[in-house]
């Protein structure tokens, strides 16, 4: 049989094409180059409009003006001025309102995730819930609550902590079946299954909710105090646009950024600590 | 000594008709394996053997006493590992034992923990992640956890069924050992004709949905057997025949 195939079987010509490996373009070049190639196209695009004059520089200041107020806000920020004491508030507000949000979002996924009254009764009302338009009741919790901080984090948790309930809900029934009844067939209380199958399994879920909520607690904290008055970077942020100060405002933005961000790496950074045996999720741009 | 005993189910919510009046006995210290068509409710059988779900009908009874829910005496194995994988290999072998008596009496039980890995060749690797284990180096982890809290009859649902060839030949010697050694009762499901026979004192042929036992096999075969009985043409007779049935088991 084999000296049939050797017979039948030509060696292909020299010149005979080849099945050649490609690497792809963005594989060949390094991703710094990628990420920094891209955000300065995106900067020269804004130079474009600024430089072409399409708008008027009060309603779109450059890349170079915002810089520079960045700079300035920063000398503020410093010393110790009043940005300063805005962003040390907001941080606090996200802070808490973050803080809030992932604890009753916890347990509230966990009775929604691990109970059949959750399932059944709770569940319902949490998705009515999470269509309402959340920003739209800041000024109620303004009218209850005043112009204080209070206010400002119970906006942050009712914005931020929505995702956290689903995403712990999610993880729980994510339990492996067998696994689950293997913890039954050893005897396992509920609780126990609870403690040391289930909630281990759920955390990469609740991370990723976590870290929702972290980004969200800042949408929250700075619509409260838009709407809500009473100090703080968006307080500031509404004052600096009335006064057509848009490059003050992009600053301001900046900061906030810095401030979503900030939270958002350093839960990044526990999970790394706690979930050391599951793939960190695409969204992670530190470790990849 | 395990009996089934006209046992029925039918799963209500789908209105499946998954097991029809078995009746079977697993004498001490018996190993058997059972043989059937895919969906026809060999784990649904081996489930309601473990007191995991009731069965429509029928019962069983371990040692004279019926089963009405998960027994400590009883050890179970999936076919896949399912090992936890944010603890080690020792903490996953000592599971059992913290579940039943909690962390301390697990902590205390760690030398017979280390003691079973080494038996099963993973001498070493009480500190792994199931993570960087295999998967026959996982499922002989998973054995460990079965083993560590010395149940008379272990439960088996096609534990080998996710390995190569190889390491399923090498996980069957060391199952056999381990049983002759401890004079389990052991109820094995598999899909492969080879590793029935080669592990069982009798094999249980079932039928499609709804699943009956329609033939029990005696298997001769003395012991210890080693992988190379499987070439012998005795052997080979009863595969041949266990064959036979399965596909007459499908016609039914
Ligand atoms: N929890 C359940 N609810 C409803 N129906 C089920 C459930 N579990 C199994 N069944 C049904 O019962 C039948 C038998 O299932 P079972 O898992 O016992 O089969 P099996 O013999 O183990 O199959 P396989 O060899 O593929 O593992 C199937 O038709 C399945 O759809
Ligand atoms: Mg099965």
Same mark, same amino acid.
């Not at chain 1, 003050?248 to 706690?274: C, D, M, P, T």
């Given at each position: 049989m ?31 180059v ?13 130079q ?20 520079e107020?960045v700079i300035?806000?920063?000398?503020n920020?410093?010393?110790g001025?009043?940005?300063?004491e805005a962003l040390?508030?907001?941080t ?6 973050f803080? *809030? ?18 399932q059944v ?15 739209a009741?800041?000024?109620v ?56 199958l ?5 955390l990469p879920?609740?991370?990723a ?11 929250g ?11 703080g970077?968006g307080?500031?942020v509404?004052?600096s ?12 933005i ?9 939270l958002? *790496? ?23 | 000594?395990?009996?089934?005993? !006209?046992?029925s189910? $039918?799963y ?7 097991? !029809? ?9 018996? &190993? ?10 060999k784990? $649904?059988?081996?489930k %309601?053997?473990?007191?995991? %779900? ?8 371990? !040692?004279?006493?019926p ?6 005496? %009883?050890?179970?194995? &999936? ?6 994988p944010?603890? $080690?290999?020792?903490?996953n072998?000592?599971?059992p034992?913290e579940?039943r ?5 697990? +902590? ?5 923990? /280390? ?22 180096m996982?499922q ?8 560590? %809290?010395? =149940?008379?009859v272990?439960?088996?649902?096609? =534990?080998?069924?996710?390995?190569? @060839?190889?390491?399923? @030949? ?7 050992r381990?049983? #002759?050694?401890?004079?389990? #009762?052991?109820?094995?499901v598999t +899909?492969?004709?080879?590793?029935? /026979? ?6 249980f ?11 029990? /096999?005696?298997i !001769? ?8 009985? #499987? #070439?012998e043409?005795?052997f080979? @007779?009863?595969?041949? +025949? ?7 088991? @499908?016609?039914?």
């Amino acid at each position: 049989m084999s000296t049939r195939a050797t017979e039948t079987d030509p060696s292909a010509p020299d010149d005979a094409p080849v099945y050649e490996e490609r690497v792809s373009l963005l594989d060949r070049v390094p991703r710094v180059v990628w990420l920094v190639g891209l955000g300065l196209a995106g900067l020269g695009v804004w130079q474009g409009i600024v430089a072409l004059e399409l708008t008027s520089r009060i309603l779109l200041p450059g890349p170079a003006e915002t810089f520079e107020e960045v700079i300035s806000t920063a000398g503020n920020i410093i010393t110790g001025g009043h940005v300063a004491e805005a962003l040390w508030l907001t941080t606090q507000e996200v802070v808490w309102g973050f803080l *809030a949000a992932s604890a009753l979002g916890f347990a509230l996924g966990v009775v929604v995730g691990e109970t059949k009254f959750g399932q059944v009764a709770v569940m319902p009302y949490l998705v009515a819930f999470n269509a309402l338009p959340k920003v739209a009741f800041a000024p109620v919790f303004v009218a209850w609550l005043g112009f204080g901080i209070n206010s400002k984090v119970v906006m942050a948790t009712f914005i931020a902590f929505f995702p956290v309930i689903v995403d712990t809900a999610a993880g729980l029934a994510s339990a492996d079946k067998d696994t689950v009844m293997l913890f039954r067939s050893m005897g396992a209380s509920r609780w126990q299954t609870l403690r040391k199958l289930k909630l281990p399994g759920a955390l990469p879920f609740i991370f990723a909710g976590l870290k929702t909520a972290s980004v969200f607690a800042v949408v929250g904290a700075v619509v409260g105090e838009y709407l809500g008055g009473g100090g703080g970077l968006g307080e500031l942020v509404r004052l600096s646009s009335q006064q057509l100060r848009i490059d003050r405002v992009f600053a301001l933005i900046f900061y906030l950024s810095v401030v979503g961000l900030a939270l958002f *790496a350093i839960v990044g950074w526990i999970e790394r600590r706690i979930v050391f045996w599951h793939r960190a999720d695409p969204s992670d741009v530190v470790s990849a | 000594m395990l009996r089934v005993e !006209d046992l029925s189910k $039918t799963y209500v919510r789908n209105d499946v008709h998954a097991l !029809d009046r078995i009746n079977l006995t697993v004498k001490d210290g018996q &190993f058997v394996s059972i043989i059937g068509a895919s969906g026809c409710g060999k784990s $649904t059988l081996l489930k %309601i053997m473990a007191g995991l %779900i009731p069965p429509s009908s029928g019962r069983v009874l371990l !040692d004279g006493t019926p089963v009405l829910g998960p027994r400590p005496d %009883i050890g179970m194995m &999936f076919q896949q590992a399912t090992l936890l994988p944010w603890r $080690t290999a020792l903490e996953n072998v000592l599971l059992p034992i913290e579940i039943r008596d909690g962390a301390k009496a697990a +902590h205390a039980r760690s030398d017979l923990a /280390v003691e079973l890995l080494g038996l099963v060749g993973l001498a070493g690797f009480e500190k792994a992640y199931p993570g960087e284990l295999s998967g026959g180096m996982a499922q002989r982890v998973a054995i460990c956890r079965m083993l560590i %809290i010395e =149940p008379s009859v272990l439960l088996l649902d096609e =534990p080998f069924g996710a390995l190569d @060839e190889l390491t399923r @030949e090498r996980m069957n010697e060391e199952l056999q050992r381990i049983c #002759t050694e401890r004079q389990a #009762t052991a109820f094995m499901v598999t +899909h492969s004709i080879a590793e029935a /026979v080669f592990l069982g004192d009798a094999l249980f042929v079932m039928s499609a949905r709804p699943g009956r036992i329609v033939e029990v /096999v005696p298997i !001769d075969i003395p012991r210890p057997r080693e992988f190379s009985v #499987t #070439t012998e043409p005795h052997f080979g @007779e009863i595969v041949q +025949h266990v064959r036979s049935r399965l596909d007459l088991g @499908e016609q039914l």
